[in-house]
Nanobody, 120 residues
Framework: QVQLVESGGGLMQPGGSLRLSCAAS????????MTWYRQDPGNQRELVAS???????NYADSVKGRFTISRDNAKNTVNLQMDSLKPEDTALYYC??????????????WGQGTQVTVSS
């Protein structure tokens, strides 16, 4: 069994910063791409940023230059540093990872989400 647990969400004023973390645990052999998604009510889930096992990154145009994704392969964690936050960044943020388990099975796992609210 594999679990992803996000943390670090909260309420922040426009222009402020938040740092989200996601920790993977369980019967993990290896982790491939790790991704942050977000979703607010009435909208589809949106890819925010992803990072491959080798460190290659990809960002949504809406967050380029403001958000930075990073990972610690030794700790099975992925972080999202969010700077210059805007009200439109308000959403439930989810962590997602492609995991190969100790049994040799590959599948995608999701966390439960952490709420980010940007408001004055």
């Amino acid at each position: 069994q594999v679990q992803l647990v996000e943390s670090g969400g909260g309420l922040m004023q426009p222009g402020g910063s938040l740092r989200l973390s996601c920790a993977a645990s369980g019967t993990i052999r290896s982790i491939g791409t790790m991704t942050w998604y977000r979703q607010d009510p009435g909208n589809q889930r949106e890819l925010v940023a992803s990072i491959g096992s080798g460190g290659n990154t990809n960002y949504a145009d809406s967050v380029k230059g403001r958000f930075t994704i990073s990972r610690d392969n030794a700790k099975n964690t992925v972080n999202l540093q969010m700077d210059s936050l805007k009200p439109e960044d308000t959403a439930l943020y989810y962590c997602n990872a492609g995991v190969v388990t100790i049994a040799g099975v590959w599948r995608v796992y999701w966390g439960q989400g952490t709420q980010v609210t940007v408001s004055s």
